[in-house]
């Protein structure tokens, strides 16, 4: 064996070259789920650092992009689990939060709209809040990260009817959770109009 082939098959290399095709998409999916860039950039380099140590373990010829998905998707769970059970530091004082800006988002859409948007992300995020985790995940992979059917199997360990029959239970609902929320803000909005029109 000469020296250039023992060097192409060198794992470093051979994790560099494989894993170069995903990492911009690693990025953008960091930040979707981090929403923030430094915080992105530290998911993506724990992933990296996970995917590394594992690499030897990883079977060539099967989906390395669900697998560094799916390291991907657990350190974010688990980084998120630790953050929740952290106690809460404020720093600085009552009267600082009093002076910082209420609107400060760089929205530039009427509020209206703005408040329609944050009701209906609200709604959303609370049915969501109140699936099962399975449900919740299938959910996540499939509709929100765009992941077919199959990827979402592979990235979770489930066979894909477990995937397909979850998602359509998700989906159902998600449908009437948001549903049963709309009715009871319309019956609750109409109680005030009529509270009002009785004045």
């Excluded at 697998?67 to 404020?90: C, G, S, T, V």
């Excluded at 009552?94 to 948007?117: F, K, S, W």
């Excluded at 049963?180 to 109009?193: E, H, I, V, Y």
Aim: glycine fraction near 4%; charged fraction near 30%.
């Amino acid at each position: 064996m000469t020296q250039a082939c023992a060097v192409r098959d060198d794992p470093g290399t051979r994790f560099e070259r494989e894993i170069a095709p995903y990492h911009d998409q690693l990025y953008l999916k960091a930040l979707r789920l981090t929403r923030q860039r430094e915080d992105a950039e530290d998911l993506l380099q724990e992933t990296l650092t996970r995917a590394w140590s594992s690499f030897q373990r990883f079977t060539r010829g099967t989906n390395l992009k669900a697998w560094l998905h799916r390291i991907m998707l657990n350190a974010f769970i688990n980084a998120y689990r630790k953050r929740q059970r952290e106690p809460l530091l404020l720093t600085g004082t009552i009267e600082g939060l009093a002076d910082t800006p209420r609107t400060a988002t760089g929205d530039c859409r009427p509020a209206e709209e703005q408040v329609i948007d944050r009701m209906l992300a609200a709604e959303l995020s609370s049915a969501l809040r109140d699936l099962p985790a399975e449900f919740k995940t299938v959910f996540y992979l499939t509709d929100i990260e765009g992941f077919s059917y199959r990827e979402a199997a592979e990235i979770m360990g489930s066979p894909l009817g477990t995937v397909t029959s979850r998602l359509h239970r998700a989906r159902y609902s998600l449908r009437s959770s948001i549903a049963s929320r709309s009715r009871t803000a319309q019956r609750a909005a109409r109680g005030l109009s009529c509270t009002y029109d009785q004045r």
